[in-house]
């Protein structure tokens, strides 16, 4: 799985512009999300679908940070 960090801390996550690209692994990309905090929420879910047990989940999405 992808493990850089996006500027912001989170890895998977980017921002462009107003908007959070979300990607699990270099090549797959999960989506755009209005918020971090839901952004955040989307990748873990999807990190932990694909990794299973093994998965690198995100800080806490609740503060969106």
């Known amino acids: 799985f992808n493990r850089e960090f996006s500027s912001d801390g989170h890895q998977g996550i980017s921002k462009v512009g107003n908007r ?3 990607r699990v ?3 797959y ?3 755009t999300y209005d918020t971090l905090a839901m952004a955040i929420t989307v ?4 990190a ?3 990794g299973g047990e ?4 995100n800080a806490d999405a609740a503060n969106g940070e």
Do not use: D, M
């Not at 093994?54 to 989940?57: D, P, T, V």
């Open 48 to 50: 932990a679908r694909i």
């Open 20 to 22: 959070w690209i979300v």
């Open 43 to 46: 990748r873990n879910a999807e």
């Open 54 to 57: 093994f998965a690198f989940l």
């Open 25 to 27: 692994g270099p090549y």
């Open 29 to 31: 990309y999960v989506g």
